[in-house]
């Protein structure tokens, strides 16, 4: 099997373990199968690195990076045949959590040579594809001023998270799925293809990742107290049994808006104007994950 190696060095924990780097290079100088290292150097390079590894015939491409890094690899692999690897070292590391992939990177490594994969769903949401979860609302508010961060990680989203919440408001949505339309006013909404956002934020707990539906879940506006328990229930994963909640499934929603908002697929943020379409393309994604519970090879 040819094997590309992309290399995220801004990532979470590469900025911070400048190690990791030389377990992936050492892994790969090791292991028996033809294989390659490349290296981002801007957003959306990891996107271009994979559009030639496919024309060069590669059989696999490994995401060393976060959720970020496997959005931009994956809109290429989407429909293809060719896998999917992920060695997490993102700041949530949510789609690895779902798979359970080991955040141990020795053992991620190791699970490369393993012929254990999952073929897995995907989402597009106005043709942007993500494989965890979008969002809109104070969501996608929140993405977007941590991407501007300089120093980001779990304790730097909590803190921003603190600091903007008593100033945002929510915002009135037009929600459709199966026929049926609903006003609703949202503190914000997230639609997953997989449970969580990452470090354990069980937003869809009972979401799966090849049922070939996504989970849509409104949060309302609530006071701080109301607001502090839903937190909790997001790390327990109960949030969806909270009576405040609204969750269903559908193949497709459509979210109307009454102005130009933005939206987050796996933390990366995108304009739109009043309309977000998100829909599941069932089955469109080979990964290697040592779940095999659910479809695989």
């Keep these: 099997m040819k094997t590309l190696f992309v290399i995220n060095p801004t990532s979470g924990r590469l900025r911070r373990d400048g190690t990791i780097i030389q377990q992936v290079e050492k892994f790969s100088k090791e292991w028996r199968e033809e294989n390659d290292i490349a290296y981002?150097?801007?957003p959306k390079h990891a996107t271009q690195l994979a559009t030639q590894a496919v024309a060069d015939g590669y059989h696999q491409i490994v995401a060393v990076?976060?959720?970020?890094?496997?959005?931009?690899?994956?809109?290429?692999?989407?429909?293809?045949d060719i896998t999917l690897g992920i060695i997490p070292c993102g700041s949530g590391n949510g789609l690895a959590r779902s798979l359970q992939i080991p955040l141990d990177i020795s053992s991620a490594l190791r699970l490369l040579a393993k012929d254990s994969c999952r073929i897995i769903?995907?989402?597009?949401?106005?043709?942007?594809?993500?494989?965890?979860?979008?969002?809109?609302?104070?969501?996608?508010?929140?993405?977007?001023?941590?991407?501007?961060?300089?120093?980001?990680?779990?304790?730097?989203?909590?803190?921003?998270?603190?600091?903007?919440?008593?100033?945002?408001?929510?915002?009135d949505y037009l929600i459709r799925s199966n026929g049926d339309g609903e006003n609703v006013t949202a503190f914000l909404i997230a639609i997953a293809n997989s449970p969580?956002?990452?470090?354990?934020?069980?937003?869809?707990?009972?979401?799966?990742?090849?049922?070939g539906l996504l989970d849509l879940v409104v949060v309302p506006p609530v006071g701080l107290p109301k607001t502090l328990i839903l937190a909790g229930r997001l790390f327990t994963g109960t949030i969806t049994g909270s009576k405040s909640i609204d969750h269903r499934q559908s193949e497709s929603f459509e979210i109307e808006t009454s102005r130009p908002t933005i939206f987050h697929a796996d933390g990366e943020v995108f304009n739109c104007e009043n309309v977000v379409r998100i829909d599941t393309r069932p089955k469109s994604l080979t990964v290697r994950s040592p779940n095999l519970a659910l479809s695989s090879l």
């Design 40 to 42: 981002t150097k801007s």
């Design 65 to 80: 990076g976060g959720d970020g890094t496997l959005n931009e690899i994956a809109h290429v692999l989407v429909g293809s």
């Design 121 to 171: 769903d995907t989402g597009v949401a106005n043709g942007i594809p993500f494989l965890n979860v979008m969002g809109l609302g104070f969501d996608a508010h929140i993405s977007q001023l941590f991407n501007r961060l300089i120093k980001r990680g779990f304790g730097s989203y909590l803190k921003l998270g603190i600091r903007t919440y008593f100033k945002y408001r929510a915002e």
């Design 196 to 211: 969580q956002y990452g470090n354990n934020a069980s937003i869809a707990p009972t979401a799966e990742l090849d049922d």
